[in-house]
Each structure stands twice: as C-alpha cells, then as structure tokens.
DNA sequence: TAGAAACCCTTGAGTAGCTACAGAGTCAAG
DNA sequence: CTTGACTCTGTAGCTACTCAAGGGTTTCTA
C-alpha cells in the first residue's frame, strides 16, 4: 500500500509517517518505479504501536525503548515496567503541578467579583504582586497549552476510522 | 540598571530578557554609550508581571492581552475575568486528560505483574493492540514531558532571590 | 597604564513533535 | 491528452525559550 493508505488504516497525518521514517521510528520502506513508499502489514503494525503509545503521552525517546523490546523478545521485560513506571510518574507529577496552579489561579480569579474598570482590577493587581518563591522540584513536564501547530494531537487519535 | 541587575531582581534568564524584548512583551530599553541596554523600576515591574503570568502557565498570547489592559486602566475589565476564565479552563482541561491518560496506563501495568521475556510481557502486548477510538474534544493543551531545553520553567520561578 | 575578569552585544541554531507549503513528478480515469 | 488525485523532496514554521560563537565594553587590580 501507499503512504495514504496507511494514514488512513492508522489515523496518522502522511507528513508525520514521514517525520517517524527521517526519525528513525518506521523503518525505511521499500519504493516503487515511480519513487512511491510501499508499505505492507508489518508497517501498520508498527505505526499503530507507536500511534497508541502517542496517544499515552509517551515522548519518541521512550517509544524506542519499548519498539526495541519488541525487537528483542527474548530480553526479560523488566525495564518495560520501569518505562512504565516512570510515564506514569510524569503524569502524576503533572497533575499535582497542575492542581497547585488551578488552586492558585481560582485564588486569583476571587479577587475580581464584579467587573469594574481595569485600573482596580483586583487580578491585575494580584499579578502585580511580586512573585512568591514557591520550592517547586525539578521535573520535566509540560505546559497547559496546545497550540495550532498540532491539532492533530490536540483532538486525541481516533484511529482505525477507515 | 543594565541587563544583568535586572536579571537577578525577575530570577529571569538574561537571553529570555532580550527574548521578550524582540517579542514585543518588554519595551525597547535606552541604550548606554556602550550599546547597553538600560532598564527602570518600570521594566522590574513589567517583567515581574509578564513572570509571575508564566509561572501560572499563560502563554505569551494572554499576557500580551493583560498588559494591554494594564496600559488601557479605563477600560471595563470583564475580557481580564474572561481570560483567566478560559485560562483556568485550560488548565483543569488537561488535568482532566491526565487523569485518563493515568488511568489507561495504570490498566496497562498491571498486565505485567512478574517480569518476564519481552516476548510475553502483557504491557507491550497491550501496546500493540488497535488504538481505541476515544471521543476526545479538541484541546489546545499539551503534553506530560518537560526537557532539558527548558529547565528553569520546570524549576518554578524564584524570583526576587537577590 | 596594561591586562584580565566580568559583563554585554548580535546572530544563528537547537529543543519536541509535528504541520504546512512550494514546486515538482507519477498515475489512473475519461 | 488532459484533469485531478496522489506522491515526492526540501524548507520553514509553531512555543518559549536556551546556548554558543565571536566579538565589544566596563571595571577592577597590579
Ligand atoms: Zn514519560
Ligand atoms: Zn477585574
Ligand atoms: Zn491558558
Ligand atoms: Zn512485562
């Protein structure tokens, strides 16, 4: 099959089939005369692994670990579980971040009941204030944001749509 | 002040300083003989403003449109209650998705309760199978990691540390 | 007054994970 | 033979910075 097949069998944007080939995450596919990329089933099967464990949160770094545990099936899994392990620890640490910041920002919201002019706004007041040094720990998380450049992402993969 | 004091006061990166100044978030500071940039009590105030912003996670876009209204002080300051509306929307949003991320990947660890060779290790198992088309609504949020490209964010803002 | 350290300048590239476009080539149907 | 759908490569863009190269300036000391 044809690069477009195999983004609509996984639910994938063809560019980013192409951005996991120039990563190194989908092996190089064979070509046809015309220079087209063949794929076959062991592709979609690949694709899809790394798909489900986009839609995870997982970064590209530790899907390679785990497509190399694939590879190699007779390694004991061991660090499998530590991969998984750790994931799950940056999703928990972020949701604390993030409940500290909801905590902080209703705080602020409070300080404005009905609206008034900007000059006495009590949010812009309270953001004025200076910082408070909060001992926050190291941690690798992201922001709250996402923005245009990768709706894809944004709305969830909704895969095997056909 | 030159750059560097102001640095210290905000707990701001200096490069980030000059960032925002080509950003369009600070104003263009005077120069000294030398070609150095000099700053006021006004750009301590500023910056403070535009850090303790991030450090509740806006983005550049929503502060740009509080500054606005900073310097606009007449104006009716509903659109200020409208935006950290959203802004807090945003941020229980992604907790939101988190917790489901953390419970899909809690499902999937204990599909491997004893370690054993990769090739029956029920995690990558589960990996591997077709993604579950899930319903999600489009979000502009983003993802769990943080790296080293961004470390004083992941730190949390200290700022006024002298 | 020379020299060194500490600061500052601009420019350009890099980070994650894509997305999007330009400009070209390929292929099947009508 | 043309139209249109698809594909190709290469490059640039997105956030919010961070870092490094290769210079210039200031300040302090010997
Ligand atoms: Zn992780
Ligand atoms: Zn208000
Ligand atoms: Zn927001
Ligand atoms: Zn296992």
Redesign the pocket.
Known sequence: ???????RLTG????????????GLLPI?A????????YGDAHVQRLSF??RC?SL???????RVLQHFKESPQENCADVNRLLDLHIGHVAQRMQELQELEMQLKDLRERCGETRDAAHCGILEGLSQAIVPSGKTASHVQ?T?W????????KGIQGNQV
Chains 1, 2 share one sequence.
């Open positions: 099959m044809k690069i477009g097949e195999l983004a994938t944007n063809v560019e980013t089939i192409r951005y996991y080939e120039r990563d596919p070509r046809s005369d015309g220079n087209y990329r063949i790394i798909r986009r949160d997982m970064t590209l770094e530790e899907i922001g944001h923005h245009a450049a990768n709706p894809n992402s944004a």
